[in-house]
């Protein structure tokens, strides 16, 4: 197991490098971030021009910059922003919080509501609860996030006043005050269940699909006919082997979470990482924007790794060799 772990993160850095380089590129073929910061007054000025060029690094050759950014990255440097002058770990370390916070925040209502919803619906299979449970499926899938947003903070919070609709209130870092934690749940449901509600569909399917399948298998009409109560049939038994394709969406799903959440933190002013992925790219600032792009890559290669263990810990069918 352990050589196992070694070699994926070993791919994982692999991955990393080969992401930094197209992102790199990429990046740089969207224009010119000196011709875009010179001051309107001064923009015709060719030696203003080349001093910024200079001074943002953007006179050496390609893979120069290229290799002194990889080199930065490996340590999690990523130069200072062009924007803000300041390191551009220091903005994400910032930021993060607020991004993890809201993922988590998604993540738990989408799995607590899923997986039972999705156990129910196929424990009860062709009943009303069965078809409204899968009518909110595809409404879930097929709503935009933008739209289902927008209609929520209208009705909760323009017409009703029940949820703060920007923001995350006073709340810094990671760990709040004990009196900031009813406002700092109070600010996160609106967004979290924005951002969860098409999650709380996928899942909900995947666990109904994957309940079906184990509640026809031998094993479970063997366990019914020992005896073994209904109750334990369906939660010790099938349930546990029905969650094996879930972790793995809901890892994923995590990581995409975390990474996905630009749509969200933009509607609600939410001060995460998304966000401040956006203003980069708007920006043209090479820095923040690269850093925020390897940062989602490197949260998707260490949930593969994670998801990659924990199968053999949840089904003892599954060995990791």
Do not use: C
Request: proline content about 5%; overall charge neutral.
């Amino acid at each position: 197991m352990f050589l196992y772990i070694l070699r994926r993160l070993g791919e994982g850095l692999v991955t990393l490098i080969a992401l930094s380089f197209v992102v790199f590129g990429s990046i740089h073929l969207t224009g010119d971030p000196a011709r875009f910061l010179i001051p309107v007054t001064e923009a015709h000025d060719e030696e203003v021009y080349l001093a910024q060029v200079k001074a943002m690094g953007l006179d050496r050759p390609f893979i120069i910059q290229y290799l002194d950014f990889l080199q930065g990255a490996l340590r999690a440097e990523f130069g200072k922003s062009f924007i803000y002058s300041v390191p551009v770990k220091d903005l994400i370390l910032d930021r993060l919080p607020a991004t993890v916070h809201l993922a988590l925040t998604g993540m738990i209502m989408a799995f607590s509501l899923g997986i039972p919803l999705g156990i129910l619906a196929a424990v009860k299979r062709d009943s009303i609860f069965d078809k409204i449970g899968q009518a909110f499926a595809v409404f879930g899938l097929a709503a935009p996030q933008f739209w289902v947003a927008i209609m929520l903070i209208m009705i909760t919070g323009a017409q009703m006043g029940w949820l703060p609709t920007h923001g995350r209130g006073d709340i810094e870092g990671w760990w709040p005050e004990w009196h900031q934690v009813p406002d700092m749940i109070h600010h996160l449901l609106l967004p979290a269940f924005v951002l969860a509600i098409t999650v709380i569909a996928a899942v909900m399917r995947l666990t109904r699909s994957a309940m079906l399948e184990i509640l026809d298998s031998d094993f479970v009409k063997f366990a019914q006919v020992k005896g073994i109560s209904h109750r334990a049939v369906i939660w010790k038994h099938a349930a546990r082997n029905a969650l094996i394709p879930v972790l793995t969406f809901g890892g994923i799903t995590l990581a995409g979470l975390l990474n996905g959440s630009v749509v969200v933190e933009v509607v609600f002013a939410w001060p995460g990482v998304g966000l401040l992925l956006l203003e980069g790219v708007r920006n043209r600032d090479f820095p923040m924007t690269e850093g925020a792009i390897l940062l989602s890559g490197f949260f998707y290669i260490i949930t593969s790794v994670i998801i990659d263990i924990l199968y053999g810990y949840v089904d003892p069918r599954v060995r990791i060799r």
